[in-house]
C-alpha cells in the first residue's frame, strides 16, 4: 500500500516562502519520479513539477519556473518543494503524486498514488 502524506502548507503573503515535504511509504522510493501538482479554487488541477528518480533531472510548468525547486531525498523518502516569491495566484491544494516509471511529466495519468493535499494560501 503506497502512502503519500503532504505538509507544510499554510497561510502566507505574497512575496513569502513556504517548503512542502511529502512523506513517501510502500514502494521502492528510490525507483520512481514524483511530481506536485495543485487545484485552485475552481480551477481543474494542474501540473507544477516533477523529479525523476534519481532527482538529476526536473521539469515545471512555465508559471513556477525560477521560483520554485523540486527536490528529494531517497535516503528520508520525502519529496520536496521549495516555493518562493509567491503570489496569490499560486493559493492552492498542493498534493504529491508517485509515478511508477523512473521519469514521468505533467500528465496526469503519469502518476497512480496520490496524496490527500496540502493546503496553501497566499495573501496579497
Known amino acids: 500500500q503506497v502512502q503519500l502524506v503532504e505538509s507544510g502548507g499554510g497561510l502566507v503573503q505574497a512575496g513569502g516562502s513556504l517548503r512542502l515535504s511529502c512523506a513517501a511509504s510502500g514502494r521502492a522510493f528510490r525507483s520512481t519520479a514524483m511530481g506536485w501538482f495543485r487545484q485552485g479554487p475552481g480551477r481543474e488541477r494542474e501540473f507544477v513539477a516533477a523529479i525523476t528518480w534519481s532527482g538529476g533531472s526536473t521539469t515545471y510548468t512555465n508559471s513556477v519556473k525560477g521560483r520554485f525547486t523540486i527536490s528529494r531525498d531517497n535516503a528520508k523518502n520525502t519529496l520536496y518543494l521549495q516555493m518562493n516569491s509567491l503570489k496569490p495566484e499560486d493559493t492552492a491544494v498542493y498534493y504529491c503524486?508517485?509515478?511508477?516509471?523512473?521519469?514521468?511529466?505533467?500528465?496526469?495519468?503519469?502518476?497512480?498514488?496520490w496524496g490527500r493535499g496540502t493546503q496553501v494560501t497566499v495573501s496579497s
Open positions: 503524486a508517485v509515478s511508477p516509471a523512473i521519469v514521468a511529466g505533467g500528465n496526469s495519468y503519469e502518476y497512480d498514488y
